[in-house]
């Protein structure tokens, strides 16, 4: 009974072992038509296979030798399209496998890194949000467990965040300490423009569009209060003279064609008026802080240029898999 249980045991591994090999052969085969309708241009036929191909191994519990790489290319798509949510969450999980990788080359890795923080900065600046909420960032920016280069980027990021959700004092602060913490990357004469812009937007006393929208009661003269002076002589000569028209409508008792006519047009009119005024304050808030800032985003690009790193393409480490 033994020398049958184990010729009976021999027999059942020596038919399973072709059916395991086959099977693996065909999560390969998704693999690569995958690989080949992605880059035939079938972007959304190349995500769906991506994902047959990551739920099968993960329904096998089979962590196959293309598993990252389909996980990055998948966030890669999803990033094309704008898609952050999808690219972030795809990314983050070949992130980490790769992180459970013992062989993974330093300059891998901080590619990786490095394309991460991108995501991360990127995502912010489409939904307008704050990079200091964002624990994924976070750790870039205070944990040691990464490279020189990584954490100068994620400083550069972070700097420009602040920037973009104009959060001055903590800018300001901010860069104070990096400056001090990374002196290769800012000059002496980085540092005191970079202070001398922030003192700029600090100092500036912003219109209020409610003021006006009531200046507006006078035909241009809220754009002139936003310092928009075509549109502060046109609202003046448009709705002066339909204001003109009117009241010498009403003095004359030509009220026929002041009421079917004049009126309607002239309310219309002088309503765009306010409105507008309103609407080139808020540009013109925009458009000054945006000219005191932008001495502020080309230090920091300058800065980025200097960081080196060993290798940052993330699209040459997934050449390296095919």
Not at 22 to 33: A, G, M, S
Not at 224 to 240: M, R, W
Request: aromatic share 14%.
């Amino acid at each position: 009974m033994k020398n049958l249980s184990k010729i009976l045991t021999f027999l059942l591994l020596f038919y399973n072992f072709p059916l395991c090999a086959q099977e693996t052969d065909n999560y390969l085969f998704l693999y690569k038509q995958a690989k080949n309708l992605e880059n035939s241009g079938a972007i959304k036929e190349a995500a769906t296979e991506y994902k047959r191909y990551i739920f099968m191994q993960n329904y096998q519990d089979v962590q196959g030798d293309f598993i990252d790489d389909a996980l990055f290319s998948l966030s890669q798509i999803y990033e094309k399209n704008n898609q952050l949510d999808l690219a972030l969450n795809y990314f983050e999980q070949g992130l980490s496998l790769s992180l459970s990788d013992e062989n993974i080359s330093f300059s891998k890795l901080e590619a990786l890194q490095s394309k991460h923080i991108s995501l991360l900065e990127n995502k912010a600046i489409t939904e307008k949000t704050s990079l200091d909420t964002n624990y994924e960032f976070a750790k870039y920016l205070y944990l040691d467990d990464f490279s020189l280069a990584i954490k100068q980027q994620a400083c550069c990021a972070h700097l420009k965040n602040l920037i973009l959700t104009n959060q001055w004092e903590t800018l300001s602060a901010a860069f104070s300490t990096y400056s001090n913490d990374y002196p290769e990357l800012f000059s002496e004469e980085d540092i005191q423009i970079f202070q001398k812009q922030l003192s700029k937007i600090n100092s500036f006393k912003p219109k209020k569009p409610l003021l006006a929208a009531h200046l507006s009661f006078i035909p241009g003269l809220g754009q002139l209060y936003a310092h928009n002076y075509k549109d502060a002589l046109n609202a003046f000569l448009l709705n002066g003279s339909l204001i003109s028209l009117c009241v010498y409508s009403c003095v004359t008792l030509n009220l026929w064609d002041f009421s079917l006519f004049e009126l309607s047009p002239t309310l219309r009119f002088y309503r765009g008026n306010i409105y507008n005024a309103q609407v080139e304050t808020y540009e013109y808030n925009a458009a000054k802080i945006q000219e005191y800032a932008s001495p502020l985003f080309i230090i920091i690009s300058n800065a980025n240029q200097k960081i080196h790193f060993e290798k940052t393409d993330i699209s040459s480490i997934i050449e390296e898999y095919n």
